[in-house]
């Protein structure tokens, strides 16, 4: 009760004075002549009306009404007054009530502007014989009657103001009950702008007029608003209760009847005033029932019709009339929107009285529509990506099946060429005999003929030599296939899709041919092949270090212990060892990613101390897992990676045949178009996915390329084809190293170089795999007959196998043998342990006890655990930050990188949208289900419906935004430490998201819109919808990226409850403000609470000061929301390139 008495006491304080003063102003325009006065309206009631007192009703007659309709004087004077009065009303509005009204002057005009129909001042002046103006409240009354009402409670039996001078304990008046009011008298001036004397009214008390409300315990009489229906009460004698106002006469009085309203308040305490669904009111003493095809609302003053902008009566003329205020009858107003009604909805169903219009119609067919939408989608999403994969491969064909063609024709050339090879050396043979027995006979002229046939013996000698020396010249010959010349493009002179595949598979073809001439390539033979084709030398890195050891920061662990070698350009290396020997931390090492650990020793880059990160442009790093994107085709993988980490300056026509070169040499032909795969939907098998694994990184054309475990999982022949693809690459410069657990012998033997690690990561060998036997003999360790050398080294150092070593050497021994072997020097600590580990058990004994003396606390362990994961985060950044590029390779920048994740982001979320329109489906059962069970409440302006969509809405959205970032993570982390950019990765997520972020609205909206059926449009539901969408996305990507997958989905089911929870307990608070929910709501709110008006004025007013929200702030709202938003996502981006969670 206080919260609507507080908020209606500025308002009918300051607002029904001023109208009622308004009514006499259209009554003195009558008098004036500007509208035809009422029939039954005498001049002296119009005279008593405006105040004039001059009428005397007795005397003057037909001179008296000449007097007040020609008095230009009297009517500017009445007219200034109250015009000044209206005025400083509305001012006084616009600065007490601005947290509940927006539009002074148009809300004004919709609750008290009475010129459309003044019948019943009209009537009401003839009730009162002219003494309307000395019955109406004054500004003094009005202060003085809210003033009362709240400081009596916050209860219902408080419907009565304070003693007054006109109403007390002694002083009880027939108009000081409920519905009755008194006149001031003829004498007594009234000022209705007077806000502090109460004017004496004990005279003529009598019912209130319809039309208006007379409060209990005051003697005066207030308008009621537009959109009320105040009749007379009528006496109900069952109950002896004036219905339908529900106030009792006076007991023992029995010329006191019902009279007319007691209260204006909100919907809640005053619903008897409003008037009534199914029915519209066109003034406050009418009420119409709705008529078929139209609906009428709570509080309507019209029924709804068609949009127009003509009064109801059809005359244009009168289409101003209604916003009369101001200015003259003559001048329209400056906005015309109050007019434009909506109607009911074709095919719609509104019967006579309906209070709304049924329109679930729309709502189910848009669900069929939704359905037929979401089916298509379903089944057609991949047709698109389909058709143009096709389109690619019929164009890869053909021009594969040219350079197949091409080649063939260069083998028939060649043979050709062969054969005239051997009938020229047959005929040169011939030609000698013949020419010697020539000689022989004849001497004299021999030397002209001879000189002849010596000149053309030696044109056919040099033609001979020429085609010994260069087989492939095409000298004297024109050789065209297919009606084109067999040239040699180059790759910056190709522009269509079909002239850049005829140039990489003529490429390919070429390579195919000439490995086929040199089975033993050496690297020379291959770098002068590669010249002859155009393709740009690597540069090429060797990596050498020494003393390399790797330390945990906190434990003071070591991993690595003095390990000294060198990775040379050329060569395929191989690591090997038990588990736990520190094979691929050495890996990461040398990649520069080992990361929470100390690193001591030296690391040189082509002999020269150099940060291997500065190189990380041209380094490729094959992890052990298969990431890989599977939703992409094992092409689109590989070209993408190509197109992100090749040269900026390489022509499209080299990168395609880098790509091409990568897929023939892996085998990867059959299933280039395939799918990779994901756990959902099957794909390649695992040894192709290893293959593209191993592709992602020599598409890159890296210098060094380190593979940590790229043949587990394959069978032999795949093995064998991943090794003879990277010793290919080895050829052309690669220093290749890879971690390799029990290869086959013949796999084995391809390598070059051999790393074997003990535990402990201390180096047992490092040298050339020719060699290892020989070394391991003159150990004692002879490999027995049928058994793998590899894995029997394995099995010793795991303690698997105890060879016969030479005396003095053991196992443990095995690494310091090396060292000594290489002349290193060997650490102190190492010696140590090797003495250690030959002591007595009483020596045992004691390192035990000594080591229990210097066992660690749980603490210190704790504090080391948490030092090294910190370490490891900042080494994590630091790797990943920019840096200094050594590597001189100038990647796309920034805003080409994010094109090419914006089409890969656009072919993932295509392929995925079947999820998609799942998400859709959701979405629109959502919205049915709270449309439907959450009906909009007029009390609350649809709050608990606005409640409930901030709720699923949120939930909904949020999990969708997961996927973004959840499923991709791990590959994010490869892309990134190859040197890709984060910003244009983020972006295009988000850019994509944009989609979503634009639909989800519409999707729900279509829903819940046509089965809630609020007064807000929808155009304003989807402006906030839209904004909370973007806003919960933003934060739908932080908790993707900071939390685990599980986490991420559990945070985003709680969250919104949570702060919608908040936001509507915890009320006008610093920690509501913090919750996006409250400013989502109060949107909601704001959008549905402006299309209430009239009537509805201290009933919106109560409800947005109960709720603290402010008709003000709809801007502020969709802009805080927005804010919120692009916070969210500088705080998931800055997570994304913080931290990384393994």
């Known amino acids: 009760m206080a919260c609507w008495v507080a908020a209606a006491m500025h308002l009918l304080l300051l607002c029904n004075a001023a109208a009622a003063a308004r009514a006499a102003v259209a009554l003195f325009a009558a008098v004036d002549g500007t509208t035809p006065l009422p029939p039954r309206l005498s001049l002296a009631e119009a005279a008593a009306a405006i105040g004039t007192g001059d009428y005397d009703d007795g005397t003057t007659g037909d001179k008296g009404s000449q007097a007040i309709v020609g008095s230009p004087i009297v009517a500017g004077a009445m007219n200034d007054r109250l015009r000044a009065l209206t005025s400083s009303f509305a001012i006084a509005i616009g600065k007490k009530l601005d947290y509940c009204i927006k539009d002074t002057e148009t809300e004004w005009n919709q609750a008290f502007d009475f010129s459309k129909d003044t019948t019943f001042l009209t009537n009401c002046m003839k009730e009162t014989k002219g003494d309307l103006q000395q019955r109406i409240c004054t500004a003094a009354e009005m202060r003085f009657y809210f003033d009362s009402l709240m400081g009596g409670g916050d209860t219902a039996e408080t419907n009565y103001v304070k003693p007054n001078v006109n109403c007390n304990r002694s002083s009880w008046i027939d108009g000081c009950e409920p519905g009755w009011a008194c006149s001031a008298g003829p004498d007594q001036k009234i000022d209705l702008q007077n806000s502090k004397d109460i004017p004496y009214r004990p005279l003529k008390c009598q019912s209130c007029c319809p039309g208006f409300f007379c409060p209990h315990g005051l003697t005066c009489m207030i308008p009621c608003p537009l959109g009320a229906y105040c009749p007379r009460s009528s006496l109900n004698t069952s109950t002896g209760i004036c219905d339908p106002y529900n106030y009792q006469p006076p007991p023992g009085n029995p010329n006191h009847t019902c009279g007319a309203a007691d209260i204006w308040a909100d919907v809640v305490t005053a619903d008897d005033i409003f008037c009534p669904a199914g029915f519209y009111c066109p003034s406050t003493i009418q009420k119409l029932p709705c008529s078929s095809g139209y609906y009428c609302r709570k509080g309507s003053t019209s029924q709804t019709s068609k949009p127009s902008l003509v009064h109801r009566d059809g005359n244009p003329d009168h289409q101003y009339q209604l916003l009369w205020f101001h200015s003259s009858p003559s001048t329209p107003p400056k906005s015309t929107a109050a007019h434009l009604t909506a109607g009911c909805y074709k095919k719609s169903s509104c019967p006579p009285n309906s209070a709304t219009q049924d329109i679930t119609i729309f709502g189910a067919l848009l669900v069929v529509a939704s359905c037929l939408v979401l089916l298509i989608i379903y089944n057609f999403s991949g047709q698109i990506l389909t058709n143009r994969e096709k389109r690619q491969a019929k164009s890869r064909e053909a021009a594969a099946r040219h350079a197949r063609e091409t080649a063939q024709a260069r083998e028939r050339w060649k043979s050709a060429k062969d054969v005239a090879k051997k009938a020229g050396v047959g005929l040169q043979s011939q030609l000698s005999r013949t020419f010697s027995r020539k000689k022989a006979g004849q001497a004299q002229p021999g030397p002209s003929r001879v000189g002849d046939a010596g000149g053309k013996k030696n044109n056919l000698t040099d033609m001979m030599r020429s085609i010994e020396d260069n087989p492939e010249s095409d000298e004297g010959f024109n050789l065209e296939v297919g009606d084109k010349a067999l040239k040699k493009p180059t790759g910056k002179q190709m522009h269509t899709r079909s002239q850049i595949f005829k140039y990489a598979y003529g490429q390919i073809e070429k390579e195919k041919a000439m490995q086929q001439e040199n089975h033993n390539m050496t690297f020379s033979g291959v770098i002068s092949m590669a010249k002859d084709h155009d393709v740009s030398t690597r540069p090429s890195i060797e990596i050498a270090f020494k003393d390399l050891t790797l330390t945990l920061k906190g434990s003071k662990k070591k991993l690595l212990r003095s390990v000294t070698g060198k990775l040379s350009p050329g060569k395929v290396a191989a690591v090997m060892g038990p588990s736990g020997a520190g094979k691929t931390t050495f890996l990461s090492a040398i990649a520069g990613k080992a990361t929470g650990c100390g690193t001591s020793g030296l690391v040189l880059i082509n002999g020269k101390i150099e940060p291997i990160r500065g190189y990380k442009k041209i380094i490729g790093f094959v992890p052990q897992d298969d990431i890989v994107h599977g939703n992409l085709t094992v092409e689109e993988n590989l070209w993408f990676n190509a197109r992100c980490r090749l040269s900026a300056d390489m022509s499209k026509a080299d990168k395609v045949l880098v790509v091409e070169r990568v897929i023939e040499s892996l085998g990867l032909q059959p299933v280039r178009d395939s799918l990779v795969g994901t756990v959902e939907q099957r794909g390649i098998s695992g040894g192709q996915r290893k293959r593209v694994n191993v592709g992602l990184e020599m598409v890159m054309e890296p210098s060094v390329l380190i593979l940590d475990e790229p043949t587990s999982g394959l069978d032999s022949a795949s093995s064998l084809l991943l090794l003879r693809a990277l010793r290919r690459e080895a050829l052309e410069g690669v220093n290749i190293s890879m971690v390799v657990h029990q290869p086959s012998y013949t796999l084995y033997r391809m390598f070059d170089d051999l790393i074997l690690l003990a535990k402990g990561g201390m180096t047992v060998y490092h040298g050339p795999v020719k060699k290892v036997e020989e070394y391991f003999t003159g150990l004692g360790i002879v490999v027995p007959e049928r058994v793998n050398p590899p894995d029997y080294y394995i099995d010793i150092l795991e303690g698997i196998v105890k060879p016969n070593l030479s005396p003095g050497v053991s196992v443990k021994d095995l690494p310091i043998r090396w060292m000594v072997h290489n002349g290193y020097d060997v650490p102190r600590d190492m010696l140590q342990s090797s003495s250690q580990s030959e002591s007595t058990s009483r020596g045992s004994m004691d390192h035990a006890s000594s080591h229990d003396d210097a066992a660690p606390s749980i603490v210190s362990v704790l504090w080391g655990n948490f030092k090294d994961i910190l370490g490891q985060k900042k080494d994590e950044y630091d790797y990943n930050k920019t840096s200094e590029d050594l590597s001189k390779r100038k990647t796309p920048g920034i805003l080409r990188q994010y094109r090419y994740f914006l089409g890969r982001c656009g072919k993932q979320r295509l392929r995925d949208a079947r999820i998609q329109g799942v998400d859709y489906l959701i979405l629109c059962l959502a919205g049915i289900c709270l449309g439907t069970l959450a009906k909009v409440s007029d009390e609350t302006f649809g709050a608990l419906g606005y409640t409930y969509t901030v709720i699923a809405v949120s939930l909904l959205c949020k999990i969708g935004a997961l996927r973004s970032f959840t499923l991709d993570k791990i590959n994010y982390w490869r892309e990134r430490a190859s040197g890709m950019s984060s910003l244009a990765y983020f972006m295009s997520k988000d850019t994509i998201d944009h989609f979503n972020t634009v639909v989800k609205p519409i999707v729900y909206l279509s829903m819940f819109y046509f089965f809630n059926n609020p007064r807000s449009s929808i155009w304003e539901n989807y402006i906030v919808l839209l904004a909370l969408v973007y ?60 299309n209430y008006s009239g009537v509805w004025l201290i009933t919106r007013c109560g409800s947005l000061v109960r709720s603290g929200y402010d008709i003000e702030h709809e801007a502020l709202c969709i802009a805080v929301l927005i804010a919120n938003g692009i916070l969210f996502r500088c705080v998931a981006f800055f997570c994304m390139v913080t931290f990384q969670k393994n």
């Open 1031 to 1090: 806003c919960v996305t933003g934060i739908g990507y932080t908790f993707a990226i900071f939390f685990q997958p599980g986490s991420a989905q559990l945070w985003s089911a709680l969250l919104p409850v949570v702060l919608t929870l908040i936001a509507t307990q915890q009320k006008d608070t610093i920690l509501a403000d913090l919750c996006y929910t409250k400013w989502a709501l109060e949107a909601f709110v704001i959008a549905n609470a402006q």
